[in-house]
DNA sequence: AATAGGGACTTTACCGGTTAAGAAAGCGCT
DNA sequence: AGCGCTTTCTTAACCGGTAAAGTCCCTATT
């Protein structure tokens, strides 16, 4: 605050330089002798300088920042271990160019694309990542027309023609019930998340698909809020069918309803997987440390989250990769999951 | 990128007036009058203009981010529903205020030195908010050197004259292993977190402590790197005792570690709480759906974060309150503890 | 000897705002 | 009418960098 801070013009004199000088020894840039630069670059270790990206953004090269902003409500965001490791994932990314990440929680879509609109016109950001896609999502049109670099976590279907990361999740689902169906499941249940979000429809409907072309006896799904009271909730109401009717096995769109619903078979008196199998997604930790272990739809959330960073610079600097999935979860058994007993 | 973007000099144009006057119109200065100021906001909406954040930034006045830097293993921070709750709270205040949040997760504290360094040295923030206290933590120094604004979240014996924002942990300790006790507890164990952390070796201390004085028959303390696996080692080497001996009861440093500790016991054939008695801490929504739900020392992380968001612009602005504790975490029972059966 | 070419810097004009100082117009007052 | 005082705006200098254009000097070429 108080204390005067260090400008270019200050090394510059320190190095009995102009300050040009400077701003072409640190961008490394051609027509300066060795020893000049020598020279300015001691002079500025010495004062403890580094440039003023605030001012390197206004003269008018890049933004090294990108943004984020995430659309849960603010009590349930800090449950779902997606998100962390996503943007663990991405930070490795930005590190290693030197970029940061302007994070936010928006309590609705109208905010987030005001805030994104707000974000790129102040210079803010260079390019923004953006997340949990709904069926005629409100950002696609905005985003283009800010003319904004985006990439879009999520289902080319979803994300109207913007560079897209995504991960197969229909597949996954079909995995998933054909694996419960091979047990020998023949009532599946499905604790979904929130039915707006576009990925929450693409699963239903790929779960309707395999249960149909399986001729599964019996299939549900219910859509939650993805917290782990709903996924409790939903599991409570699946489990109190009585035994002929009842499902045999319930998959679940994250972790944390999962391991709630591991708790109302418990509660219930149901044992996990003699009675009911449970099926979790994107095996955080969380899977590990119950009792039985989670089998989960298994993927790698940081490597997600460092390849939509990746490609987000791949679209600023115009090379690299455009749209592309990333890997499939893959089906990881553990012991919440084994044939029916009847 | 390629469409160019609106300025004020667009906004001044249209509305026939100078920038400057622009610019007083926006930061709701006097010396202009009301017509005028209609004119100009009405061209600054027509061309959907917002003053950048970055010039005005450079132009002299303060900045509008602040910044956030959580040193943990990348994998370990996705579970912990503590840090999303924090920042969700901090957000929230500083979403009042139009401030972003600047955040990056670091692996060593050495590299979060550097960090916050750039970040002030390049005028990236305009203050900063530091979490986890080491014993002789650098970054007092660091910071104190820059002149930094900063706020401590942690307790004062930490923080070494910072400004700061703390739970008292140690009367937490003290309270939860005297409600064990008076349940009739005689012998208790705690499973606690990182050993460097300062917050963890205040606990141990405390825990020692609320031991002796209350002579308890036996006292157990492990130090873990507060993840679901070590939570799970610690409870099963901690349960292997055999019964007159074992522990009758254990609290543990936070949510994630108390789940895997209620999955060890019912992975060894124990009752919880009747053969042990199982206390979390930092009481996420974890806890609610565990069964038997996890009694907790719970508190509200996210007020806890929005508070210390408060005290950093307290500090900025000159106003405010200083340094004060938050509200003490209070004992929270559920289904995880009752009194020992023998 | 005159000229071209190129390396090593410096100058200067921005980037998009803020802000202190200056100027024009309107008003009340003697 | 002349004076000072406001009110309302404009001007111009900055903030700390970048980058294009300009300057200077030294060497190689014809």
Redesign the interface.
């Known amino acids: 605050?108080?204390?005067p801070?260090?400008t270019i013009k200050d090394v510059a004199a320190r190095a009995g330089v102009s300050k040009g000088a400077v701003s072409l020894a640190f961008n490394r840039k051609p027509g300066l002798s060795e020893a000049t630069r020598d020279r300015i670059f001691r002079a500025a270790r010495e004062l403890?300088?580094?440039?003023?990206?605030?001012?390197r953004?206004?003269a008018g090269s890049r933004?090294d920042?990108v943004g984020l902003a995430i659309c849960r409500p603010?009590?349930?965001?800090?449950?779902?271990?997606?998100?962390?490791?996503f943007?663990?994932?991405v930070?490795?990314v930005l590190?290693e160019h030197s970029c940061?990440?302007?994070?936010?929680?928006v309590r609705s879509l109208e905010e987030e694309v005001g805030l994104q609109?707000?974000w790129w016109?102040?210079?803010?950001i260079g390019g923004s990542l953006l997340v949990d896609f709904r069926v005629d999502d409100p950002r696609v049109a905005a985003v283009e027309r800010?003319?904004?670099?985006v990439v879009a976590v999520g289902h080319p279907s979803l994300t109207g023609g913007l560079t897209s990361v995504w991960t197969e999740d229909a597949t996954a689902v079909t995995e998933a019930v054909r694996y419960l169906a091979a047990l020998g499941h023949r009532r599946i249940a499905r604790v979904g998340g929130a039915a707006a979000l576009g990925h929450t429809s693409m699963r239903t409907a790929a779960f309707d698909e395999a249960a149909r072309s399986l001729e599964l006896a019996g299939a549900w799904q219910v859509a939650t809020d993805y917290?782990?009271?709903a996924?409790?909730r939903a599991t409570r109401s699946l489990l109190t069918t009585a035994p002929p009717d009842r499902p045999t096995a319930i998959v679940y769109d994250n972790d944390?309803m999962a391991?709630?619903g591991?708790?109302?078979a418990?509660?219930m008196g149901l044992s996990v997987p003699d009675d009911v199998s449970l099926l979790a997604w994107d095996d955080?930790?969380?899977c590990?440390?119950?009792?039985p272990p989670l089998s989960a739809m298994s993927h790698d959330?940081?490597g997600f989250g460092a390849d939509a960073a990746r490609t987000l610079f791949g679209l600023i600097t115009g090379e690299g990769p455009g749209s592309h999935p990333v890997p499939t979860p893959v089906l990881t058994p553990r012991g919440s999951t084994a044939p029916p007993r009847m």
């Open positions: 605050m108080t204390i801070r260090v403890g300088w580094a440039p003023s990206l605030t001012a953004t206004l933004v920042v603010a009590r349930q965001i800090g449950l779902e271990p997606f998100y962390m490791e943007v663990s994932g930070e490795s590190t940061s990440l302007l994070l936010r929680l609109e707000s016109r102040g210079r803010q800010l003319g904004m670099p917290s782990g009271e996924g409790a944390i391991v709630a591991l708790s109302v418990a509660e955080s930790q969380l590990r440390i119950t009792h959330v940081h």
